[in-house]
């Protein structure tokens, strides 16, 4: 691991309490009692890392050449967010990519079997600029910039990750959607070859997400291929993944294959999984709470049994500011 806390007593990766709340959301079906207590306070390491350039992490051996030439070639950003970074390891090998296995440490574990390359991304649907595209015409046109942000997951964990990436808004424009367009659709890979979970039904392959088409166009919302300032591991969604942080999760879907534009609400994977559940919009929303647990409040990793890092969630993830127009005449608790 090249990535370093300057504090010696700064939690380790492994300290990470396995969190019982996937555990139930894993198998969708069981009800949860979900209890503990609440620490606002930073951890007295944590300043520490903020406001500093993140040390990058170590060079990927599968990513193509010219991607981590592309990659090499910026300047790292530093930290302005206030909030420490999580670190590496964490953002590594605590993940949810189901094709690769259900516990959080499958993905690093199974997903070296991923190919990054050839690597195509059929574009279809409502736009002009129809077509099969490589991986490297998609990022050609595109300057990559660090995207500091906060990620919230459904599970009431959340981190702050530097991804790499570039805005999605750009890359739709130049698909050039029709102006029936109103959403557009992604689409993971299906291969059960790379993709060994895919054998099982845990999940009604491929997974499938969408955006309303102005809010895919926000400029928050990033296409990432990398992160701490090198290409994106497999089990990060490599090549290629969707980042929207004022939304849970679950909405960033890994290793796309597929954009599609279209008029109708796409039906997407755990909505259509969960209805009761897991809304389209998935917004970060404190007021309203999950069926089964509460998300007002969220366990900043790295967390532990003994620092398990609570900390109030916030109204869209902190960026009310940048997105809250997007919803202004709607009721978030219907559309959730
Ligand atoms: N994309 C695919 N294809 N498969 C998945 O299982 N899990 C989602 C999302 N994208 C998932 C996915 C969920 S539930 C979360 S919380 C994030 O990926 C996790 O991203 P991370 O592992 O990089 O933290």
């Given at each position: 691991m090249l990535i370093t806390t300057s504090n010696p007593n700064a939690p380790l990766s492994s300290d990470i309490t396995p969190e019982s709340?996937?555990?139930?959301?894993?198998?969708?079906?069981?009800?949860?009692?979900?209890?503990?207590?609440?620490?606002?306070?930073l951890?007295?390491?944590?300043?520490?890392?903020?406001?500093?350039?993140?040390?990058?992490?170590?060079?990927?051996?599968?990513?193509?050449?010219?991607?981590?030439?592309?990659?090499?070639?910026?300047?790292?950003q530093?930290?302005?967010?206030?909030?420490?970074?999580?670190?590496?390891?964490?953002?590594?090998?605590?993940?949810?990519?189901?094709e690769f296995g259900l516990d959080k440490s499958d993905p690093a574990e199974n997903a070296g079997t991923l190919k990054m390359e050839p690597w195509k991304v059929t574009v279809d649907g409502l736009c002009n600029k129809a077509g099969i595209y490589t991986l490297e015409d998609i990022l050609k046109p595109h300057a990559l910039?660090?995207?500091?942000?906060?990620?919230?997951?459904?599970?009431a964990w959340s981190m702050v990750v530097p991804w790499l990436g570039f805005s999605l808004a750009d890359l739709i424009k130049r698909f050039?959607?029709?102006?029936?367009?109103?959403?557009?659709?992604?689409?993971?890979?299906?291969?059960k070859e790379q993709m060994p979970n895919q054998r099982g039904g845990s999940l009604d392959w491929p997974y499938v997400e969408?955006?309303?088409?102005?809010?895919?166009?926000?400029?928050?919302?990033?296409?990432?291929?990398?992160?701490?300032?090198?290409?994106?591991?497999?089990?990060?969604?490599?090549?290629?993944?969707?980042i929207t942080p004022w939304k849970y999760g679950f909405k960033s879907i890994k290793s796309i294959v597929r954009i599609r534009f279209t008029n109708t609400?796409?039906?997407?994977?755990?909505?259509?999984?969960?209805?009761?559940?897991?809304?389209?919009?998935?917004?970060?929303?404190?007021?309203?709470?999950?069926?089964?647990?509460?998300?007002?409040?969220?366990?900043?990793?790295?967390?532990?049994?003994?620092?398990?890092?609570?900390?109030p969630t916030l109204p869209f993830n902190g960026y009310s500011k940048e997105v809250a127009a997007l919803y202004r005449n709607m009721d978030l608790r219907q559309y959730f």
């Open positions: 709340v996937y555990l139930e959301r894993r198998t969708l079906l069981k009800s949860l009692g979900y209890i503990g207590t609440g620490s606002l306070l951890p007295h390491w944590a300043n520490a890392a903020i406001a500093r350039p993140y040390d990058v992490a170590p060079e990927r051996t599968n990513a193509p050449a010219w991607l981590k030439q592309k990659i090499n070639a910026r300047q790292l530093a930290n302005s967010t206030g909030e420490s970074l999580t670190p590496y390891d964490s953002v590594t090998t605590y993940n949810n990519f189901y910039e660090d995207r500091i942000y906060r990620f919230r997951c459904v599970e050039e959607p029709k102006s029936d367009a109103k959403y557009i659709e992604f689409t993971t890979l299906v291969d969408g955006l309303r088409l102005d809010e895919a166009m926000n400029p928050l919302a990033i296409m990432a291929v990398g992160v701490y300032g090198r290409s994106l591991p497999p089990q990060n969604g490599a090549p290629l993944r969707l609400q796409p039906k997407t994977t755990w909505a259509v999984m969960a209805p009761s559940e897991y809304g389209f919009y998935a917004n970060v929303n404190p007021a309203v709470d999950h069926p089964r647990w509460t998300q007002s409040r969220e366990r900043r990793l790295p967390a532990s049994l003994f620092n398990p890092n609570w900390r």
